[in-house]
């Protein structure tokens, strides 16, 4: 039996998929009420539960052979933020605890390249670049770099585990939304796009799946494995998404000073507007950053082998626009 937390989510649904297609059990632990539409008709066992509950955790860990565990919240707002704190470091917490005391064979955390220190310019960004807690650009990364220092610290201590770093992650199956699935779906549309000028490396969710299968597989116990993909400018995904629909949108750049003033008020809007943060001095700074990103070792140590973001931005299009209901996020 292999446990999934954190199922529901955009690598977590992916990854259920790749299971089940490898003829495997899967477990999906859900929030109680979390809504299911990413796991619908999906031959997986779902139970309710909650990372922060450590008595849960062991009923659910029961019988289980491996865990992969990618519960956690993503926060791209300025400042402290306790319950991504407790979810991302107290939950892996519990997890680790819970998979330790029920004997799984092999544990696989899900962290993120932002847990990573951040280097600068002109240097490559790989596996010998430590988990740094310390200077981080906000909540989200900390929790990432203290949790993985948490699971680095099991390792030491006898748990069988490994830890997988992705990149941004774009891709099919996006039922919630994520920040690059808002800019795909919003480049599907018809009218003028403004553009910043930035880029990142992204990676398909579906060879993340696969690298977190492949890390569970072949990864040496207590590695990290960056999961990373190509780096694309934010321009070059409009392009793309506009090579599939046909479509020929006029582009319009901010200068940068201007787009700086509007990430430094953009969290106070999204805090009274209630609305879904985009634009902050978190997002500005990772597309503006150093994104020269290596997948070598993964590719070496774990046959990891990432798809072109052509074909990942196409098929993104092509479920977007294959979906039958409305997905509210949008």
Known sequence: MILVTGATGHIGNVLVRQLLARQLKVRALVLPGEDLAPLADLEVEIVQGDVLDPGNLAQVLQGVDAVFHLAGLISIMPGKNEIVHRVN?????????????????RMVYTSSIHALHHAPHGITIDERIPFDPQHVLGAYDRSKAEASLLVQDAACLGLDAVIACPTGVIGPFDYRGSEMGHLIHDAMRPGPKFLLDGAYDFVD??????????????????????????????????????????????????????????????????????????????????????????????????????????????????????????????
């Open 89 to 105: 470091v107290e939950g892996t917490r519990n997890v680790i605890r819970a998979a330790a005391q029920a004997g799984v064979r």
């Open 205 to 330: 969710v579906r060879d993340v799946a696969q690298g977190l299968i492949l890390a569970g597989e072949r990864g040496r116990k207590g590695e990290a494995y960056i999961l990373s993909g190509e780096q694309i400018s934010l321009a070059g995904i409009i392009d793309a998404v506009q090579r599939v629909t046909g479509l020929h949108h006029i582009k319009l750049q901010f200068p940068m000073p201007l787009v700086r003033l509007a990430a430094l008020f953009g969290p106070w809007y999204y805090r009274i507007t209630k609305n879904k943060p985009r634009l902050t001095p978190y997002a500005l700074t990772t597309v503006t950053s150093n994104s020269v990103i290596s997948n070598a070792k993964a590719r070496q140590e774990l046959g990891y082998s990432p798809r072109s973001l052509n074909i990942s931005i196409r098929d993104t299009v092509l479920w977007f626009s294959g979906q039958r209901l409305k997905i509210s996020m949008f």
